[in-house]
């Protein structure tokens, strides 16, 4: 793989960029390989290139159906944080927010990572209450957060209606370490990496079933074929549950879609980004200056990809409210991913009762701010075949023991 930088940036402007190389290979996949991954998405892709860092296996493939990173990777609002409450979660993603801050540096490509810091908005009386309980949790758990009173956010937000009359302001949970990053640019670093280590990323492959023998995964059937395999993961999301049904077993998710859209672009005016759980709406400025807002879960099952209007009206009548600068902006794209909510909105990392095949699955809303924790801790759980102290309090035996990891309230639009 060749290094991008300055010099290379400078050495392909004298000769009109002719030289540049392909970002990653689209190699005929071979009949077998060690590990095959399901799901060219951020959480396969790292899954991938830290079973070939971390623990030196790169005999790997990732199928992907369409193309690489096209379904939630994205479909998001880029927004990544770790202030959650329970333990196991605020380990997790707070690994992910590590790993984020030295990414572009150890893929060798910008992924635009941006700590810009992130408040959520306490509107009532409640919320403020369980905003300081978080506060103390994270304090408890090495997370950097801290509770900030009315005045503070009016400073760091000017354009905030502090004393809405439906949802007033009353304070906010402040994570400065929060921030965005460039959605595609993740999926694209990873691939180039874990191209450059000899992984082979199929695209335009659509699995058609799971084979097994005598209770062991034996390998997967393709429209590009058959691919035998030793492990099996599954990470596809909110198609986790259609995967798992072909494997044999099932897992308890429901698909719903999350709704997202962009605004025309406008001068820079918000320089943070925003959550108003109350209301389900989330919103932060875009390098290009538009503004990114996302809304709530469907309140049905379904697999679309488009959202619905009215989620629309329902989040912009309440941003419009807290930002009234936004009112007449028009709207350039919508969209919508489908997430997969288990019953404590916590995700499953986890061996399955078929030997040898692991899922990662059940991030619902959170799922591009855990990428780098995700794919860590899962490339453990396969190489391994345990888990290690990141996904050992995600497995599927928790719903069976009663084990919940409740983040219904610190995932914010996810109940």
């Known amino acids: 793989m060749r290094k991008y930088s300055i010099f290379a940036v400078a050495r392909e402007a004298m000769r009109y960029h002719a030289g540049w190389e392909k970002a990653w290979r689209s190699p005929?996949?071979?009949?077998?390989?060690?590990?095959?991954?399901i799901g060219a998405g951020g959480h396969g892709l790292a899954t991938a290139y830290y079973l070939g860092k971390v623990h030196g296996i790169t005999?790997?493939?990732?199928?992907?159906?369409?193309?690489l990173g096209g379904g939630n990777t994205g479909r998001n609002t880029t927004i990544i944080r770790s202030n959650y409450l329970q333990d196991a979660s605020a380990a997790i993603f707070d690994k992910a927010l590590?790993?984020?801050?030295?990414?572009?540096?150890?893929?060798?490509?910008?992924?635009?990572?941006?700590?810009?810091?992130?408040?959520?908005?306490?509107?009532?009386?409640?919320?403020m209450r369980g905003y300081k309980r978080t506060v103390y949790a994270n304090d408890l758990?090495?997370?950097?957060?801290?509770?900030?009173?009315?005045?503070?956010?009016?400073?760091?937000?000017?354009?905030?209606?502090?004393?809405?009359?439906?949802?007033?302001?009353?304070?906010?949970?402040?994570q400065e370490r929060g921030g965005t990053a460039r959605h595609d640019a993740v999926a694209w670093g990873y691939a180039r990496a874990c191209s450059a280590m000899g992984m082979d990323i199929i695209q335009q492959c659509e699995v058609t079933g799971i084979r097994t023998q005598n209770g062991t995964v034996a390998g997967i059937d393709t429209t590009k074929g058959a691919i035998e395999c030793e492990t099996l993961s599954i990470v596809t999301a909110g198609h986790s549950s259609v995967l798992a049904d072909m494997a044999g077993f099932r897992l308890p998710?429901?698909?719903?879609?999350?709704q997202a859209w962009v605004s025309e672009p406008v001068k820079p005016c918000m320089d943070m980004v925003v959550m108003a759980n109350l209301v389900h709406g989330y919103m932060s400025q875009s390098d290009k200056g538009e503004m990114v807002i996302g809304g709530g879960t469907d309140g049905f099952n379904n697999y679309t990809q488009r959202g619905s209007w009215h989620h629309v009206e329902e989040t912009t009548r309440a941003l419009v409210e807290t930002f009234p600068i936004i009112s007449r902006l028009k709207m350039l794209r919508q969209w919508g991913g489908i997430v997969d909510m288990t019953?404590?909105?916590?995700?499953?990392?986890?061996?399955?009762p078929i030997k040898n095949v692991f899922v990662n699955c059940g991030w619902g809303t959170g799922g591009f701010k855990a990428i780098p924790g995700s794919g860590w801790a899962m490339a453990e759980l396969v190489a391994r075949g345990t888990p290690?102290?990141?996904?050992?309090?995600?497995?599927?035996?928790?719903?069976?023991?009663?084990?919940?990891?409740?983040e219904s309230v610190a995932a914010g639009v996810a109940h």
């Open 28 to 37: 005929v996949p071979k009949k077998k390989y060690k590990a095959v991954i």
């Open 59 to 67: 005999d790997v493939a990732i199928v992907e159906k369409g193309w």
């Open 98 to 127: 590590q790993l984020y801050e030295g990414l572009s540096q150890d893929l060798n490509y910008n992924v635009m990572f941006s700590p810009r810091g992130l408040l959520m908005l306490a509107q009532s009386e409640h919320e």
């Open 141 to 174: 758990q090495g997370v950097s957060t801290r509770w900030i009173d009315r005045d503070e956010v009016r400073a760091l937000v000017p354009i905030i209606n502090i004393d809405g009359p439906r949802y007033p302001v009353l304070g906010a949970l402040y």
């Open 253 to 258: 998710l429901e698909s719903v879609a999350l």
């Open 343 to 352: 019953g404590d909105r916590s995700p499953i990392l986890s061996a399955t």
């Open 388 to 406: 290690g102290p990141l996904a050992a309090d995600f497995g599927l035996n928790r719903f069976r023991e009663g084990r919940f990891i409740d």
